[in-house]
């Protein structure tokens, strides 16, 4: 796969994470004391590690019934984010993101349990250290960091989860990276099927789902959107965040990569900032589209904007659920 080569090694993606936090930039704003989220129900996946992790904790203090979406850490992550926040107002349900029957089970229980939901949050991904099969056919990263986000939000619009009728418009919170500018094409002809890689080219495919990530979310928000604005599509790059996100790199490398991010890396508690602030923010209501790098507003890839390519991804994406014997 053809590359800008700023992403497509793990040194070059460190080294390209690292410097970009040195550029100075205009901040997009801060939260304020209006800018609370009680009465709101948000739903969360990946939210037992990392940035989700630290999300869910800065959403439950800020008033919002919080639902983490997760796979492990039941239910000792709820209980760290109840006590950390103050509030008792925080839910587990077990979801595995690699598995289409499990993401159905996830939105039939939401369904159940706690109804509308007015800020779904697509956070979870895997940095695999090779291709992995999942129970469908699917690779595991294509499925987890791209298909699973586009399965779960079709599903809770299809079963009317997401909440239309209330005072702010619903949001869907897309969690991306700026290495989906680093792949110079789509690989349209290759879409869905299993091909094996190894460690050397898991940074490269990243980036490559990221690509598909961020069209999917473009592409989301104008479908929504069509005569008048109904749903607000974020996305956004939080930058380099030391969590756990490089669990499966090569256990020599470990160490200094623990060091390289403990130094450089920001917390999941401050790298977090731009997903709260694009759940909670009043300056955000009634947008269709943003996406943010860090704290600053940007546009996506041309090639993610791109009209076409969200259409052709949204069609390819459903044709592929669908020829799995999956049910949207
Ligand atoms: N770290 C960075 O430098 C960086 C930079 C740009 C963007 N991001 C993005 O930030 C988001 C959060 O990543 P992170 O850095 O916080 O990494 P992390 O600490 O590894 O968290 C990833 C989360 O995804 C979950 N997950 C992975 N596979 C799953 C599956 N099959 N089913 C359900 N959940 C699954 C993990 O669950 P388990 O704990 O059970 O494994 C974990 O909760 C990702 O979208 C990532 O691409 C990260």
Request: charge should be positive; proline fraction near 3%; aromatic fraction near 10%.
């Amino acid at each position: 796969m053809e590359s800008n080569k700023k992403y497509n090694s793990p040194f070059m993606a460190t080294l390209t994470g690292i410097t970009s936090l040195f550029v100075k930039r205009e901040r997009v704003g801060v939260l304020s004391d209006r800018d609370r989220l009680d009465g709101k129900k948000v739903l969360i996946t990946g939210a037992s590690s990392g940035l989700g992790l630290a999300t869910a904790k800065e959403l439950a203090r800020l008033g919002a019934e919080v639902i983490m979406a997760v796979r492990s850490g039941i239910p000792a992550k709820g209980e760290e984010v109840r006590k950390e926040s103050g509030s008792a107002k925080v839910h587990m349900q077990f979801v595995d993101l690699s598995d289409f029957d499990s993401i159905k089970n996830l939105v039939e229980n939401v369904k159940r349990e706690f109804g509308k939901i007015d800020i779904l949050i697509c956070n979870a991904a895997v940095v695999a250290s090779g291709a992995r099969k999942t129970k469908s056919g699917l690779e595991e990263m294509f499925m987890v960091n791209y298909v699973s986000s586009y399965y779960l939000v079709r599903l809770m619009l299809e079963y009317k989860l997401m909440r239309e009728d209330g005072v702010d418009l619903p949001r869907i919170v897309i969690v991306n990276s700026e290495s989906h500018r680093d792949p110079k094409v789509f690989d349209w002809e290759n879409f869905g099927v299993f091909q094996p890689y190894t460690m050397g080219k898991t940074v490269q495919l990243y980036g490559y789902y990221k690509l598909l990530l961020a069209t999917f979310a473009s592409e989301l928000s104008r479908r929504l959107n069509k005569d008048k604005t109904n749903y607000s599509v974020f996305a956004l790059c939080p930058g380099p965040v030391h969590s756990n996100i490089a669990r499966e790199a090569p256990s020599i490398f470990k160490p200094i990569l623990n060091i390289v991010f403990g130094i450089f890396f920001r917390s999941p508690k401050d790298a977090c900032e731009p997903v709260v602030y694009l759940s909670a923010s009043k300056d955000e209501e009634g947008k269709a589209f943003d996406y943010l790098f860090l704290m600053q507003r940007k546009t996506l890839d041309e090639k993610a904007e791109d009209r076409a390519n969200g259409a052709k991804l949204w069609e390819m994406t459903e044709d592929l659920i669908k020829g799995l014997g999956v049910k949207i």
